[in-house]
């Protein structure tokens, strides 16, 4: 994640880092669980956008579902196994090399954004005008208060309690989760916080 008014160093460091990650596993990330659980709450048809998608797990769900969608990632080398496996499958796909902290997307644009495991707060705002009227909101990504040491080391790119909620306070919230380490900690969602929330 590109720390704010990052110089383009700091980007091509980055792109590097994602671009080797991606280059030496062989493993493809589950989808998100704010996607798979809310399925219900998706519109059938519609354009989505799956922002600092990665492999696009996300993406690759959301177009087999029957939207549309776009998928935005810095790392060249993941869009590239995304786009390959998009075509194997034959699915409505377009997947674009892309930094979206210089390139956010426009005003009014999708029906469905999806973002998980990315944290860049300047860009909520973009993220939730992007949303047409209706719109959804799926977010999940790693917390602060977490169980495991799974996600980034740096708590810089880690949430604050209720976090999500003050970031996208313009939308109407849906679903959020944000166990934080309450109970058993041998069950639940731990690690992350969800959010579904709507454009009015
Ligand atoms: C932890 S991965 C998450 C990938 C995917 N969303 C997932 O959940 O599997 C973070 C992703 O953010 C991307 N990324 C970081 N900064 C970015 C930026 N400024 N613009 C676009 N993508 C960015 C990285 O290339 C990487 O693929």
Redo the contacts with the bound molecule.
Sequence with gaps: ??PPG?DAED?EA??C???S??RATDRF????GVLLENRHLLPTRGRAL?????????ALLLARWGLSVSA????PV?IAALKTRAAAEGLALEAE???????PPAPARFDVI?????L?RDLAPAISAALLPGGLLFY??FVRESVTDQ??GNPAYRLNRNELLRLFSDLVVRFYREEGRVGDLDRGTRDVAQLVAQRP
Aim: glycine content about 8%; charged content about 20%.
């Design positions: 994640m590109i990052g980007t980055l792109r880092k994602w671009d990650r991606y990330p589950d989808p998100a799956d922002l600092a998608s990665g492999l696009g797990a996300n935005w990632d810095l790392s993941a090399v892309r930094d979206v902290l210089c390139h999806l973002v998980s495991h990315f860049a999940q990504t996600g980034p």
